[in-house]
Structure formats: C-alpha cells, structure tokens
C-alpha cells in the first residue's frame, strides 16, 4: 500500500481522461460534434428500439414457396437431361410435391432412370454416396422423382439463416445502426430497426425478394393464346411492368441469375438522363452474359425480377465487358432500392409480414426520463449511506470510484456502439448500486485488521489484498451468468446482460484500483496514526 506502483497511477489516469473523451459526446450538441477535430471521437450512445423508436417487423419465411420453386427447376432440370440424351417422354408433371415423366420407349426406361439419378440432385450431408433426390421406376413406364425429408428440412433452415444475413446487409445499406435480426421459432424472423423512421420503406426493402433472371424472350409465341393458358412446353408467361407490353413469354431456363452479381448502382443514363442500375458480373457471370449475347444478337431478353419482366431490351451486338445496365420506369428513389436489393443478394424465399409495429420516439424519451430518475435516486442512496458508514473520507472515495465507474461505461458503450436497451438501463441501475460492494469488503477486512491490532499501513495493505479473492469470485461468477445471458437470450436480454458485463469490469478497476490509488496518496500526504473508519 506504501508502494504505489506508478503504473498504477498512469493507467487510473489514463482511463479516467479516455473516459471523459469518449463520454463527451453525449452531452454535447450536433453542431458543436461535427466541428470536433477528426482525430477526437464523436459517437454517442447507440440508443434501441424501445429508447429511440423505430419499426418492429415479425415476418415468416416462405419454406413452401421454395420447395415449390425446387421442384420447377428439378423438373426443368430432367427435361434437359432427357432432350440431350434424345430420350423421348410425355407427361412431365408436378403431383404433390414431386414430379413424374413418362419414358415413350420401354426399351430406355432403365437409360433415363440411370441419367436421372446421375444428373439430378446434390449430395446427402451425412449419407455416403447419397442425393437430396430419390429416382424410382414404376410401372407403365414411368419414372418417380422425390425429394429427400431431411433435405428439405436443411434446406429450409439454411434458407431462414440466409435470409436473416441477406436482410441485416439490405438494412446496412439503409444506414439503420445497429439492428436486431433474431430467429424465431423455426421459420420466422423478428426485426428491430432502432431510429428508422420510414417502417414503409423498410417493410418493402427487407420483404422483396429480390431474385434477378436474365432470360430469353420467345417473340413466336402466340400472347393471346398464352393468356388463355396454352404456353409451348419450356416456357412461361410473365406480366410486364416495361410499359411495352402487358406480358411476355419467356424461356424458363434462365441465361444469369442475380446470384452471379458482383455490383449494383444507381446511376443515369447519359443519352436520356433517365435513372438506370448498372451492375457488374463475376467471371463466370460475364462469360455466360457475353455467350447469351453473342448468340442471340437481334433477339429480345427479358430482365425480370420477382417474376415481372421489368425491361426486355434488343441485343444489339455482343455485351463481353461483365458489365450493362437496367433501364426501366425507375425514379431515382426506385432505382437506388433497386441497387440495394442487388447489391445485397436476393432471398432464398419470400418473407410473409406477419406482424408489424411503429414505436414512437415519446415512448423511447419517457423512458429515458424514468431509467435516469431512477439511476439519479439510486446513486444519492448509495452515496448517503457510504457517507453515514465510512465517514466522509472513505466514503467520498467510494463516491468518486463510484462516478469513475459509470464515466466509463458510458465511454466503453459508446466507442463499442452497443446498443443501449431499457433493460440495459436496468443493467447499469443494477451495477452502480452493487458497485460499491468491493469498497465495503475492503473497508470491512480494514476494520478487523485495526481491531486486531495491526498498524494502520498493514490494515490497509490486507484490506485490499485479503478482499481481492472475494471480490473476484463474486464478480466472475456475476460476469459468468451476463455472458449466458448474452449467449442465449433474445435482444432485450442481451442489452442488459452486455451492460451488466461492462459494468463486472469496470466496477473492479475503479473500485479496486481508483481506490488504492486515491487512498495512497492520502495516506501518503497524512501519516495517520488511525483510520476514520476504525
């Protein structure tokens, strides 16, 4: 205790200055952060949902749709397969989920079950040797395709955790800090936008999906006869948003998909002025575009998005640079969501809106009215019964490694930008009232050292270093719990269980550390031949 180590001295006063540097900013108003030096930091609290407002969205994740849109492309994928064996078929159909063909030859129903099982399906994780999709044959030559349970069931997860990633980049481009995108149940999502003011805007931009096609465009077909349902085999009629035509007839196989993107950005088309997207392919994107193009110059190919055509320009001559554009009836606000989406991937299925709620920013201030009445009530508690108990001189110094204590929680959660919960609020109320448990255990083990007759200095020196086991295993096993919590709780709990763990370590540096120091240096300055607190 006599020895004050100086690193001791240089780390309390470093943290206290770094503290106050971080900490300024919340009481200090835009203008005046905005003109702060670059070298100086300017982030506040990052405040939640139930503290700023902002929207809440419950949506539910489409694992039909995508099982559905898994047997089309298998059943596209068999009529390739069939075609470029020249093995002839009828009767290619979807029947409760599953899809069926008819080989015309006896002779080659074995042949096409044998390319089917090869051809289709990816492997089994698990299953040595085996697919997500089981080939049976059947009588009157036909030929049975399946879907794997388990597979579906993967597929359907994998698909729920890549939407949840897909719509946590969509809401970083909107530039929302901090958002809470939790799984709930075993298909839906729950999204907490905390400060987004548009719920509208945000509701279209997660909830589209997004999946782009480039396909081509069937200028044979008969439109008319395709909107009374005779569509040739291969194809598809889609609705138009272009303003060129109520709808085209599309291939079904798609040229590039969207998957294959590398960029998208809002721009304007220098001839007309108009806003367009333009967007970059991978390596392998631009050379099936440059393929497509090349082979097909003078035809029409299809932009569709969502399953509407929302442009189906001419191929002029060969597009080989990976890169081009989409023009369309686009607003500068309608192509920058366009550029977005893209930019952010599509979903692997739609999202259902299951639930939506705007929490407004009055709910949010009274909140903070009442946590900073209440943590305002709790210190004055505190501070008056450190000051009756231990006298004003250990007492104060609690008071002050008190306040040192939540300077810096407030400066680490700003610097982390963690996001500040009303039960985060409960965090930090609950951490400065037990703040002071390591002082009074100190001060305690201080009280049996003088009563047994120790000289002050030894009182003091056992104090500190006889408390400190105890001092650790309650705040470890404190700490334990907070990380638990965090680990398994849902968004309120982990805001207050990220408090609480701040405030375990910032409460035994300045209640131990700050401490020792400040009664050093009493110590020090005085000689006492007594303790006040003896």
């Given at each position: 205790?006599?020895?004050?180590s100086r690193w001791k001295v240089v780390v309390v006063v470093l943290a206290v200055v770094l503290g106050l540097l971080f900490?300024?900013?919340?009481?200090?108003?835009?203008?005046?952060?905005?003109?702060?030096?670059?070298?100086?930091?300017?982030?506040?609290?990052?405040?939640?949902?139930?503290?700023?407002?902002?929207?809440?969205?419950?949506?539910?994740?489409?694992?039909?749709?995508?099982?559905?849109?898994?047997?089309?492309?298998?059943?596209?994928?068999?009529?390739?397969?069939?075609?470029?064996?020249?093995?002839?078929?009828?009767?290619?159909?979807?029947?409760?989920?599953?899809?069926?063909?008819?080989?015309?030859?006896?002779?080659?129903?074995?042949?096409?079950?044998?390319?089917?099982?090869?051809?289709?399906?990816?492997?089994?994780?698990?299953?040595?040797?085996?697919?997500?999709?089981?080939?049976?044959?059947?009588?009157?030559?036909?030929?049975?395709?399946?879907?794997?349970?388990?597979?579906?069931?993967?597929?359907?997860?994998?698909?729920?955790?890549?939407?949840?990633?897909?719509?946590?980049?969509?809401?970083?481009?909107?530039?929302?800090?901090?958002?809470?995108?939790?799984?709930?149940?075993?298909?839906?999502?729950?999204?907490?936008?905390?400060?987004?003011?548009?719920?509208?805007?945000?509701?279209?931009?997660?909830?589209?999906?997004?999946?782009?096609?480039?396909?081509?465009?069937?200028?044979?077909?008969?439109?008319?006869?395709?909107?009374?349902?005779?569509?040739?085999?291969?194809?598809?009629?889609?609705?138009?948003?272009?303003?060129?035509?109520?709808?085209?007839?599309?291939?079904?196989?798609?040229?590039?998909?969207?998957?294959?993107?590398?960029?998208?950005?809002?721009?304007?088309?220098?001839?007309?002025?108009?806003?367009?997207?333009?967007?970059?392919?991978?390596?392998?994107?631009?050379?099936?575009?440059?393929?497509?193009?090349?082979?097909?110059?003078?035809?029409?190919?299809?932009?569709?998005?969502?399953?509407?055509?929302?442009?189906?320009?001419?191929?002029?001559?060969?597009?080989?640079?990976?890169?081009?554009?989409?023009?369309?009836?686009?607003?500068?606000?309608?192509?920058?969501?366009?550029?977005?989406?893209?930019?952010?991937?599509?979903?692997?299925?739609?999202?259902?809106?299951?639930?939506?709620?705007?929490?407004?920013?009055?709910?949010?201030?009274?909140?903070?009215?009442?946590?900073?009445?209440?943590?305002?009530?709790?210190?004055?508690?505190?501070?008056?019964?450190?000051?009756?108990?231990?006298?004003?001189?250990?007492?104060?110094?609690?008071?002050?490694?008190?306040?040192?204590?939540?300077?810096?929680?407030?400066a680490v959660m700003s610097v982390t930008q963690a996001t500040l919960t009303l039960p985060g609020i409960v965090g930090l109320i609950l951490t400065l009232a037990v703040a002071v448990d390591?002082?009074?255990?100190?001060?305690?083990?201080?009280?049996?050292?003088?009563?047994?007759?120790?000289?002050?200095?030894?009182?003091?020196?056992?104090?500190?270093?006889?408390?400190?086991?105890?001092?650790?295993?309650?705040?470890?096993?404190?700490?334990?719990?907070?990380?638990?919590?965090?680990?398994?709780?849902?968004?309120?709990?982990?805001?207050?269980?990220?408090?609480?763990?701040?405030?375990?370590?910032?409460?035994?540096?300045?209640?131990?550390?700050?401490?020792?120091?400040?009664?050093?240096?009493?110590?020090?300055?005085?000689?006492?031949?007594?303790?006040?607190?003896?």
């Amino acid at each position: 205790m006599l020895i004050l180590s100086r690193w001791k001295v240089v780390v309390v006063v470093l943290a206290v200055v770094l503290g106050l540097l971080f900490a300024a900013p919340n009481v200090l108003p835009q203008n005046v952060r905005d003109d702060l030096p670059g070298f100086l930091p300017k982030k506040t609290l990052n405040l939640g949902l139930d503290l700023q407002g902002g929207s809440y969205l419950l949506m539910g994740v489409d694992t039909e749709a995508l099982r559905k849109e898994r047997l089309t492309n298998t059943i596209e994928d068999a009529r390739t397969l069939l075609r470029e064996e020249k093995i002839a078929f009828t009767d290619l159909v979807a029947v409760n989920g599953e899809a069926s063909v008819r080989i015309t030859d006896p002779e080659q129903v074995s042949s096409a079950a044998r390319i089917l099982r090869n051809g289709l399906g990816v492997p089994l994780a698990g299953s040595i040797g085996g697919k997500d999709v089981a080939i049976q044959t059947q009588g009157d030559q036909r030929i049975r395709i399946t879907f794997v349970a388990e597979a579906l069931d993967a597929e359907a997860s994998r698909a729920v955790e890549q939407s949840i990633e897909i719509i946590r980049r969509r809401i970083d481009e909107l530039g929302t800090r901090e958002p809470s995108i939790t799984r709930q149940g075993t298909d839906r999502i729950v999204v907490q936008a905390p400060g987004e003011s548009d719920p509208d805007r945000l509701r279209e931009i997660i909830g589209q999906t997004a999946k782009l096609t480039f396909q081509m465009v069937d200028e044979t077909a008969d439109l008319a006869a395709a909107q009374t349902g005779r569509v040739p085999p291969g194809e598809v009629m889609l609705p138009s948003t272009d303003n060129y035509s109520p709808a085209y007839v599309v291939k079904r196989r798609a040229l590039v998909t969207g998957e294959m993107l590398t960029g998208a950005q809002a721009t304007f088309d220098p001839q007309t002025g108009r806003p367009v997207v333009s967007f970059r392919f991978n390596s392998q994107g631009a050379r099936r575009f440059g393929d497509a193009t090349s082979q097909n110059i003078g035809k029409r190919f299809a932009i569709i998005l969502d399953g509407k055509v929302i442009s189906a320009p001419v191929i002029q001559s060969a597009i080989t640079g990976g890169s081009g554009q989409i023009s369309g009836n686009f607003t500068t606000e309608s192509a920058n969501n366009l550029a977005i989406l893209l930019r952010a991937g599509a979903l692997p299925a739609p999202l259902k809106v299951e639930e939506q709620r705007t929490v407004g920013a009055e709910l949010g201030a009274d909140a903070i009215q009442a946590g900073s009445v209440s943590a305002i009530v709790g210190l004055a508690a505190v501070i008056v019964f450190m000051i009756l108990i231990y006298g004003l001189l250990f007492g104060g110094v609690s008071v002050v490694g008190l306040l040192v204590n939540g300077l810096l929680i407030i400066a680490v959660m700003s610097v982390t930008q963690a996001t500040l919960t009303l039960p985060g609020i409960v965090g930090l109320i609950l951490t400065l009232a037990v703040a002071v448990d390591a002082n009074v255990l100190i001060y305690e083990r201080m009280r049996d050292e003088i009563r047994a007759g120790r000289p002050v200095a030894t009182a003091m020196d056992s104090g500190f270093s006889r408390a400190m086991g105890t001092i650790m295993d309650a705040n470890i096993t404190t700490i334990l719990a907070a990380l638990i919590m965090f680990q398994f709780g849902s968004g309120p709990v982990k805001g207050f269980a990220w408090t609480l763990s701040v405030g375990v370590v910032t409460t035994v540096f300045s209640a131990v550390l700050v401490t020792q120091v400040l009664l050093a240096w009493w110590f020090r300055a005085t000689r006492p031949k007594t303790l006040p607190i003896a």
